[in-house]
């Protein structure tokens, strides 16, 4: 079963926070990561991708990988309130040519 | 900065009417894909499309749908006889690469909302 999985929340913080968003996979040969953000109503906008294990940096987001845990996530620092949407993973799955694999979503929320 | 652009954006039809829902990927991509999003659940895999032929389909993809690439820039997907359980916001989005080969991830489209009455 290909799945990935998220904590749907809502997650909520504060402005200037740092808001973790994390997911998990199901199939261990797994090596391709994507976070998306999603705004009510619009499509899903790529923030990142991340392949390898560590840590990934692009502005105030991160991604971290950890392939033996199966596990990723993104972390937001500096939190703004144009932040406040839904967060998806996607995973590209072995033997299952270029389709993303979505997760239900988080929904962020962040408090000025 | 190009964008994937689809028409039209809300399509209302009833139930076991054809449905065909365009979409104009980036000019230099070359990987094309239909997503589907039924309200309020993830978003799901239906095709994916390359070299003028279908790559990969999933379970969702039966025979009630087809997709085209008329032209050069358009890239169709047909649904013959509309269910009601087809109501979804509709994705198309392209890549410039296969994803397989490296950092070539997906551009989504902004979406068609289609709703089967």
């Known amino acids: 079963q290909k799945e990935v999985e998220q904590n749907s929340g809502p997650l909520s913080v504060p402005e200037g926070a740092i808001a973790s968003l994390n997911c998990t996979y199901s199939d261990r040969g797994s090596q391709s990561f994507f976070w998306y953000r999603q705004y009510s109503g619009k499509s899903p906008e790529l923030i990142m991708f991340i392949y390898s294990n560590g840590d990934k940096e692009d502005g105030r987001f991160t991604a971290q990988l950890n392939k033996a845990s199966q596990y990723v996530s993104l972390l937001i620092r500096d939190s703004q309130p144009s932040d406040s949407a839904t967060y998806l993973c996607?995973?590209?799955?072995?033997?299952?040519?270029?389709?993303?694999?979505f997760g239900t979503g988080t929904s962020l929320t962040v408090i000025p | 900065e190009p964008e994937v652009t689809q028409t039209p954006s809300h399509q209302v039809t009833q139930m076991g009417q054809e449905v065909i829902l365009r979409c104009v990927p980036i000019?230099?991509?070359?990987?094309f894909y239909w997503y589907r999003q039924i309200l309020g659940q993830k978003v799901e895999f239906l095709v994916s499309f390359y070299n003028n032929e279908i790559s990969e389909k999933s379970e969702i993809f039966d025979d009630q749908f087809s997709v085209e690439r008329p032209d050069g820039s358009n890239f169709t997907l047909k649904i013959r006889s509309t269910k009601l359980e087809d109501s979804a916001m509709y994705f198309c989005?392209?890549?410039?690469?296969?994803?397989?080969?490296?950092?070539?991830?997906?551009?989504f489209g902004p979406g068609t909302r289609l709703t089967v009455t």
């Open positions: 996607a995973a590209l799955f072995p033997n299952t040519g270029n389709q993303f694999y």
């Open positions: 989005a392209s890549s410039e690469r296969s994803p397989r080969e490296g950092t070539y991830e997906q551009y």
């Open positions: 000019s230099n991509h070359l990987y």
